[in-house]
């Protein structure tokens, strides 16, 4: 096994204490890489493309938690809809209720994470807090039997201004812990998805219990 993903992994868990899970972030990873990961313990990858997460998941072992991180599209929710764990960037009720459709069609609640938007970014995705809460509280949202959803995700800005990240993870634990009591039977605020490679260690300091890490444990992208 190549020892430098081994020591990175490591490096990585040692920083995220007791209440935070690492998900491997896998994108443009070949399957011998991410098996170093497997092999090093991390049973949680995260990958942004439909059709390269269900040809790894084909490719790896049956205990991996697969998470779709990135952007998903209506028409590419079927491919993953049968073995998915938890999609963190849901950004629409019509993404949602398309999520609901495949997961019934598969006999499966399919966990899901509304992506807030809390970048000062125009290329980030998100629900505002607003059309967040206009989401659970919309009608159709009541005729979702096959999804569940357990929290949040957000992407701070990219940026190395340490106190606007800090501000922007702290925006959204604050918005995490309103909807705690939210009464829903398929509402259950347990994940916090934030902090990726850069900003990761504020991102656990701030209460995520998810953190999106790829280039900390398998260097940078070419």
């Known amino acids: 096994m190549d020892t430098f993903i081994k020591e990175n992994i490591l490096q990585v868990n040692s920083q995220l204490g007791t209440k935070t899970k690492l998900i491997a972030v896998t994108k443009t990873k070949p399957v011998e890489v991410l098996m170093q990961a497997y092999q090093a313990g991390c049973t949680r990858f995260g990958?942004?493309?439909?059709?390269?997460?269900?040809?790894?998941?084909?490719?790896?072992?049956?205990?991996?938690?697969?998470?779709?991180?990135?952007?998903?599209?209506?028409?590419?929710?079927?491919?993953?809809?049968?073995?998915?764990?938890?999609?963190?960037?849901?950004?629409?009720?019509?993404?949602?209720?398309?999520?609901?459709?495949?997961?019934?069609?598969?006999?499966r609640v399919i966990s899901c994470l509304?992506?807030?938007?809390?970048?000062k970014e125009d290329t980030k995705f998100g629900l505002s807090e607003e059309e967040a809460i206009q989401l659970l509280q919309s009608p159709d949202f009541e005729n979702l039997k096959n999804i569940q959803i357990v929290g949040l995700m957000g992407m701070a800005t990219d940026t190395d201004n340490q106190e606007q990240i800090r501000a922007e993870f702290r925006s959204l634990r604050?918005?995490?812990?309103?909807?705690?009591?939210?009464?829903?039977?398929?509402?259950?605020?347990?994940?916090?998805?934030?902090?990726?490679?850069?900003?990761?260690?504020?991102?656990?300091e701030e209460g995520s219990t998810l953190v999106r890490v790829g280039s900390a444990i398998f260097g940078k992208r070419n």
């Open 114 to 119: 509304l992506q807030i938007y809390i970048a």
């Open 47 to 107: 990958e942004n493309k439909v059709q390269e997460m269900t040809d790894k998941y084909e490719a790896l072992p049956k205990d991996i938690d697969w998470h779709m991180i990135g952007h998903l599209q209506t028409n590419k929710v079927k491919y993953i809809a049968p073995f998915v764990a938890l999609i963190h960037s849901v950004d629409s009720l019509k993404l949602l209720s398309e999520i609901n459709k495949q997961a019934l069609k598969n006999n």
């Open 174 to 204: 604050a918005f995490f812990e309103s909807l705690r009591e939210w009464s829903h039977p398929r509402v259950s605020m347990a994940e916090l998805s934030m902090g990726m490679s850069g900003d990761f260690p504020i991102a656990v």
